[in-house]
């Protein structure tokens, strides 16, 4: 069984910086592609970011240059470090395990219960 938890989540300044956590449990992390997603109240839940089982990453335009997915294999975690906040980043943000080929990211079916960015003055 495939658990993702993620952790970090806040309310910060325009400006300002967080680093979201993803912790997962199970076989699965080190083998597949991970990404970020997000959702905003109203709006579909989009891509942020991918990166694969070899380290290779994607980012979305809209947080290009400001945040950075990283992952550590050895503690099964997945990261986003995330600076120069803006208002429309605030959304849940989800942690979730796929595959990347072709150039494309295919989620699997596995989330975690995310964890609230409120950017905010």
């Known amino acids: 069984q495939v658990q993702l938890v993620e952790s970090g989540g806040g309310l910060v300044q325009p400006g300002g910086s967080l680093r979201l956590s993803c912790a997962a449990s199970?076989?699965?992390?080190?083998?597949?592609?991970m990404g970020w997603y997000r959702q905003a109240p109203g709006k579909q839940r989009e891509l942020v970011a991918v990166?694969?089982?070899?380290?290779?990453?994607n980012y979305a335009d809209s947080v290009k240059g400001r945040f950075t997915i990283s992952r550590d294999n050895a503690k099964n975690t997945l990261y986003l470090q995330m600076n120069s906040l803006k208002p429309e980043d605030t959304a849940v943000y989800y942690c979730?395990?796929?595959?990347?080929?072709?150039?494309?990211?295919?989620?699997?079916?596995?989330w975690g219960q995310g964890t609230q960015v409120t950017v905010s003055s």
């Open positions: 979730n395990a796929g595959s990347f080929m072709g150039g494309s990211y295919y989620s699997y079916d596995y």
């Open positions: 199970g076989s699965i992390f080190s083998k597949n592609a």
């Open positions: 990166i694969t089982s070899g380290g290779s990453t």
